[in-house]
């Protein structure tokens, strides 16, 4: 068969990508190299849907960002993403930082951010009373927001496929040829996709993509970001996302609270080789705890309960790079795309589909095109009396697996039944939030390993954690 577009990289980018195009009368294909979808930095980023103040005016950043906001927000009544709008502040700590605040401010006119305004440090401690007593002003940003990014992912890949696109993992693209106007692409076990058109969602990977296809355009400079979450126990400590002001490195340590009641820190921003390089380091862990101190001196590091990196891509232009390559017709590069890229992933999916367009490329609508997706959570939005109803007609919700968390065996079926299927314990983690709490999965991992093999029809010694190699079982005694 030959696909109408081949995507590369089912992250949130390619996820968002997907979802557009399946709006159209187009055959799809998604070629991720892991063994699931959201497993670069999809899974591992602050979650901050961030309101349009940063990006310099008059680029693609400023310009999607903006528009990307509230698309997020409508989105998630149709495709039950959990997203919150909690609203952020930037911080300043001097009075040189209190200018840099106004430049902020006035950048952000500029891009077209709506709603916000300059609190003194009083002001803002009114809101939010744990908020560091040396913050002398703060940039209160009301449209910004957070979301679940592994969630948000798992959405826009699960609609696309219910839409009809297909979803191959454990695809590793290691060649790329063009002939008569098609596209091989070639995966590391010698599996074939043919396409008319690819688009390079690739993340960290996509300047070796762009490379692999014959454009050599660019290259992505990637920066491990780590950070520590806290239990739930911390995370009413702030309702706001709260910033420092920003650096040429980024936007700094944050202190946020998260969509499901944690309590995010983090992250760092340092230039690592490659985004294989996601560990964490003593220095970088006591960089994130303290710079998370200075801004709110309470916070409780006793209370951590997980530590992780993640991987952004860069390019020292320091935009994003969206557009078909001038080397390569038909191939589409979606690079660089660092923060705000979460906050403009469906602006970007519509940029693209544009671009497109100006390919001569015929996008007719698909009116079968259906944008909702069924509530994964629906049953744990359920009232204590719609739960036994439920549980009468349905009795693997009534069985607990994860103490934590309190998720039911059926949650877990669902989510390995349901599009994008979850196929290890961190796929199951992501779609349930199964082994995330306290224990970490010290109690439910057994039985959730269960579930998996009984319905993958597989042995529980191949069930793995996150994909090829990190078996669980040796072997049976």
């Known amino acids: 068969m030959i696909y109408d577009v081949a995507i590369i990289g089912a992250g949130v980018i390619g996820g968002a990508v997907a979802r557009e195009l399946a709006k159209y009368k187009l055959s799809s294909v ?4 892991e063994n699931d979808v959201a497993v670069g930095a999809s899974k ?3 979650g901050i849907v961030h309101g349009g103040f940063d990006p310099e005016p008059d680029t693609l950043k400023a310009k999607l960002n903006i528009l990307g906001v509230e698309k997020l927000f409508d989105a998630a009544k149709e495709l039950h993403f959990p997203i919150k709008r909690n609203g952020s502040f930037v911080c300043a700590f001097s009075e040189q930082e209190r200018a840099h605040i106004k430049e902020l401010y006035d950048r952000g006119i500029q891009n077209g951010v709506p709603d916000m305004r300059i609190l003194s ?11 560091s007593g040396e913050v002398v002003e703060v940039l209160d940003v009301r449209n910004a927001g957070i979301v679940c990014p592994y969630e948000l992912t798992l959405a826009l890949i699960g609609n696309a496929m219910d839409n009809g696109t297909e979803l191959k993992v454990e ?3 290691e060649k790329i040829e063009k002939s008569e106007g098609i596209f091989t692409i070639s995966s590391q076990n010698g599996e074939i996709v043919t396409a008319k058109t690819v688009i390079n969602c690739a993340g960290a990977g996509s300047g070796k993509i762009s490379a692999i296809a014959g454009d050599n355009s660019f290259e992505i400079i990637p920066r491990a970001g780590e950070y520590i979450l806290l239990d739930k126990d911390e995370g009413k400590r702030v309702t706001h996302t ?3 002001c920003p650096t040429k490195e980024g936007k700094g340590i944050l202190v946020s609270p998260t969509v499901d009641g944690n309590l995010l820190t983090g992250p760092t921003a340092n230039k690592v080789e490659s985004a294989d390089n996601t560990g964490t380091t003593i220095s970088g862990l006591d960089t994130v705890m303290a710079l998370s101190k200075k801004s709110v001196p309470t916070v409780n590091f006793r209370n951590s309960i997980t530590s992780f990196t993640g991987v952004r891509s860069s390019e020292k232009n320091g935009d994003f790079i969206i557009a078909e390559s001038d080397k390569v017709k038909g191939f589409i590069n979606v690079g660089a795309i660092d923060s705000p890229g979460l906050s403009s992933c469906l602006a970007i999916a519509e940029y693209v589909a544009e671009i497109m367009k100006g390919m001569g490329i015929d996008l007719e609508e698909n009116p079968n095109f259906n944008p909702t997706r069924e509530n994964p959570h629906a049953f744990r939005e359920m009232s204590d009396e719609q739960k036994n109803e439920f549980i009468k007609k349905n009795a693997d919700y009534g069985k607990i697996v994860c103490r934590c968390e309190t998720v039911s065996e059926g949650e877990i079926r669902a989510a390995i039944r349901r599009n994008p299927p979850a196929r290890d314990l961190d796929g199951v983690k992501r779609r349930t939030r199964s082994g995330m709490g306290r224990c970490q999965g010290g109690f439910c991992a057994p039985y959730v390993m269960e579930l998996i093999a009984n319905e993958r029809g597989i042995k ?3 069930v793995t954690k996150k994909g090829s190699g990190s078996y669980m079982v040796i072997e049976k005694l």
């Open 30 to 33: 998604i070629l991720e190299k």
């Open 44 to 46: 591992a980023n602050s």
């Open 121 to 131: 440090g009083d002001e803002a401690r009114k809101l939010e009373p744990e908020l």
């Open 171 to 173: 695809f590793r693209v």
């Open 242 to 244: 709260i910033f420092q």
């Open 460 to 462: 529980k010694e191949e």
